[in-house]
T-cell receptor
């Protein structure tokens, strides 16, 4: 079984709809992240959470919100989807293990299309 | 200007070739550096960390030049399976240890 899972894997929706993307991890990591990837722009950080009570905005948080329901779960919501939110979304996890930053492990991605 | 910039791709090389990717970063406070690999439509995965003294992992060599704020990745004896997008990543701990990704350089190794 995958250590970091994302649901759904693909989603097509319409402008104005509310969408939730979910991420679960079995790695026991404390840190979780949401990124979006667009062609030519690389991965950009939307939100990140260092533990259940610590949530921070990333580079491009406008139009998004998150919820860290438990250490293992981190969901991303688009309250009112718009076409320029069409992208590939990745969840990632990492832990500190005595270092300031460790390798990030990514989920398989969610391909979201907003019509 | 983007904080992390990579060579524009794609790189198309024959099997067995040596290929080098370059990456520059703008924030001198950057403290950790990595190369990630991303196969088409898949998630990024860590390829290797980049250390100040340079480091090698099989056919892959990574180098860091802090004075020039420049990172490189050298792949020797390219294999078909090396075809992927290579992402340069920097981290500065005064921003909470977030990873900053370059836009990626696509490599295609041909028979």
């Amino acid at each position: 079984d995958a250590d970091v899972t994302q649901t759904p894997r693909n989603r097509i929706t319409k402008t104005g709809k509310r969408i939730m993307l979910e991420c679960s991890q079995t790695k026991g990591h404390d840190r979780m992240y949401w990124y979006r990837q667009d062609p030519g722009l690389g991965l950009r950080l939307i939100y990140y959470s260092f533990d259940v009570k610590d949530i921070n905005k990333g580079e491009i948080s406008d139009g998004y919100s998150v919820s860290r329901q438990a250490q293992a779960k981190f969901s991303l919501s688009l309250e009112s989807a718009i076409p320029n939110q069409t992208a590939l979304y990745f969840c990632a996890t990492s832990d500190t293990s005595g270092r300031a930053v460790n390798e990030q492990f990514f989920g398989p991605g969610t391909r979201l299309t907003v019509l | 200007r983007k904080e992390v910039e990579q060579d524009p791709g794609p790189f198309n090389v024959p099997e067995g070739a040596t290929v080098a990717f370059n990456c520059t970063y703008s924030n001198s406070a950057s403290q950790s550096f990595f190369w990630y690999r991303q196969d088409c439509r898949k998630e990024p995965k860590l390829l290797m960390s980049v250390y100040s003294s340079g480091n090698e992992d099989g056919r892959f060599t990574a180098q860091l030049n802090r004075a020039s704020q420049y990172i490189s990745l050298l792949i020797r004896d390219s294999k078909l399976s090396d075809s992927a997008t290579y992402l340069c990543v920097v981290v500065h701990y005064n921003q909470g240890g977030k990873l900053i990704f370059g836009q990626g350089t696509e490599l295609s190794v041909k028979p």
